[in-house]
């Protein structure tokens, strides 16, 4: 079975800051890995994804994240951050072939602080 | 397009009371999902349909959760009798299905007292 561990509950940055956000996975077989944002009060939004070829993905905000294997990774990085990035982020993890079944992390809470 | 609709936003309810959420999804979305995300929590899958077929229940209480997608559009999630850890958020995906990512409706918060 697939799970996901994201190892800080709760992230604090201050403005244009550099930040990471930890995510480990598990599983026996591929998977597809993605990062999902939710603001306050709403639903959760696709950040970015990785299902197969360039292990570094962006999304169009700055944000990136890194596929690696052999450490069974998938952090998410921006160079500077910004007070609207404050949010839950959530990794999550579904089997390769399709998204069925996501599998999330407990969630990290990143505040921006000016 | 019309994203994923999901009411009510918020419902108070006591214990041992039923409790019904609503949900209509992205039309021509095929996949319907429902999760819980309990305070503190990643989202958890309850339930997903394929149009108006149970693909996966393995993690719906069935002794007090039910879920219905009768026309393969939109879907109900009901709770009956409702306990205090069924407080949470409830959250309704939808996906046109195979490589397509998940929409999320913007949930209902259940509080149970």
């Known amino acids: 079975a697939q799970s996901v561990t994201q190892l800080d509950s709760q992230v604090p940055v201050f403005e244009e800051a550099p930040v990471e956000l930890r995510c480990n996975y598990s599983?026996?077989?591929?998977?597809?890995l993605f990062w999902y944002v939710q603001y306050p009060n709403q639903g959760l939004q696709l950040l970015l994804k990785?299902?197969?070829?360039?292990?570094l993905v962006e999304s169009i905000n700055g944000f990136e994240a890194e596929f690696n294997k052999s450490q069974t990774s998938f952090h998410l990085r921006k160079p500077s951050v910004h007070i609207s990035d404050t949010a839950e982020y959530f990794c999550?993890?579904?089997?390769?072939?399709?998204?069925?079944?996501?599998?999330f992390g407990a969630g990290t809470r990143l505040a921006v602080h000016p | 397009e019309a994203g994923v609709a999901q009411s009510p936003r918020y419902k108070i309810i006591e214990k041992r009371q039923s409790v019904a959420f609503w949900c209509n999804p992205i039309?021509?979305?095929?996949?319907l999902y429902w999760y819980q995300q309990i305070l503190g929590q990643g989202p958890k899958l309850l339930i997903q349909?394929?149009?108006?077929?149970?693909?996966?229940d393995s993690q719906l209480p069935k002794d007090r959760f039910s879920a219905e997608r009768l026309k393969g559009v939109d879907s109900t999630l009901k709770i009956q009798p409702a306990k205090l850890e069924d407080s949470a958020v409830y959250l309704c995906?939808?996906?046109?299905?195979?490589?397509?990512?998940?929409?999320f409706g913007n949930g209902t918060r259940l509080t149970v007292t």
């Open positions: 990785y299902l197969s070829g360039s292990t």
């Open positions: 349909f394929q149009n108006n077929g149970v693909v996966d």
């Open positions: 999550a993890v579904t089997l390769s072939g399709g998204y069925n079944k996501l599998i």
């Open positions: 039309s021509g979305h095929a996949t």
């Open positions: 599983s026996s077989v591929s998977v597809y």
């Open positions: 995906a939808s996906s046109p299905g195979g490589n397509s990512p998940l929409h």
